[in-house]
């Protein structure tokens, strides 16, 4: 979507070049933009000389509209990534969850309630992958107690991703690298 519309803009300004450039020039009379026609002298001048003076006029008139409207694109494009380094710049300002902390709170508050009522949360709201990095925060006692009033097979599954959370390596530290 970001492409396209990039391409759409710069598009609308070339042609909103071109078409200044042409009015400039007097190729596409625009009233206001246009300059008014000079009266030629009715001199004694020769037409094929005259139509050579008109022809490099008018090439010299679309090349300089031509580079104003390349250098409009250039202007847009640099309005562009400025605006896509400011996105960035304000996106890396943005603080990190930190999820170790809400594992550590969240372990706190489970080591409050009741075993039974924790089986229940467990089992109906959290598979044991997501389950074992707060159950390992908790209390070793309170552990058991909730996987002692599961089923074999559920407290079976949830003590298998304990041991695996359990035997990861510790994070590095922030700002360690």
Known sequence: MGNKLVFIII???VIIGVVIGLGVTGIVPIPGLTPPKKKHAKAKADPAVDEAQKADQAKADAATAAA???DVAKQADLKKQADAKAAADKLAAVPKPDVEKGYAKLAAVWGEIDPDKIKAILQTDY???AAAPILKLMDADKVAAVLSVMEPKDA???SDALAK???KPPAAPAGAG
């Open 165 to 167: 959370e359990a035997s």
């Open 68 to 70: 104003k409207a390349k």
């Open 127 to 129: 598979k044991p992958e």
């Open 11 to 13: 598009g609308v300004v």
């Open 156 to 158: 079976a599954a949830y």
